[in-house]
């Protein structure tokens, strides 16, 4: 090409630089998504608190059972501890119940109940001569503990 020619065309402008607004779709995405954990963030804390105080008062609750009790003792106090729970809770008609229809009750009111572990507050807390082996009593405590999470007493 000859230096006349070159010299005759008019090169292109350059473009304009690029502008910060309106930003592209991405950021208004990023954005939002950003607002919307904000404003949720307190509701979602809110909720796990309540779950993590919740489980803290199940613990309290059983671990108010002293474990050097005799059995017939610790399965009076488990119970007299359900019923003073359910009571607070408004619900009196539950803590008149004993026997099969405490226990009936009690495997009504959460799912996959173990009848088998629960049966102690049912038949032996009126008997006078109750023998627990540690695993009947751990067991029962399990069950305590899922029901009293599940009931949120």
């Not at 309290?60 to 059995?71: E, F, N």
């Not at 399965?75 to 009571?87: M, P, S």
Request: hydrophobic content about 40%; glycine content about 4%; some cysteine.
């Amino acid at each position: 090409m000859s230096s006349e020619l070159s010299t005759a065309l008019i090169h292109p402008a350059p473009p304009s630089p690029v502008s910060w607004w309106p930003p592209a779709p991405g950021w208004w995405l990023l954005l939002g998504l950003t607002l919307l954990l904000l404003l949720l963030l307190p509701r979602v804390l809110r909720s796990v608190q309540r779950r993590r105080l919740a489980r803290t008062r199940v613990t309290q609750a059983l671990h108010g059972l002293p474990a050097t009790l005799p059995d017939r003792e610790w399965l009076a106090a488990a119970n007299k501890t359900l019923k003073r729970l359910l009571k607070r809770q408004g619900n009196d008609r539950a803590t008149r119940l004993f026997g099969d229809d405490w226990l009936d009750y009690l495997c009504a009111t959460y799912p996959e109940p173990n009848r088998h572990s629960l049966q102690p507050l049912a038949a032996d807390l009126y008997r006078p001569d109750v023998t627990l082996t540690a695993d009947q009593r751990r067991a029962l405590e399990h069950e305590l503990k899922r029901w009293l999470q599940h009931n949120h007493v």
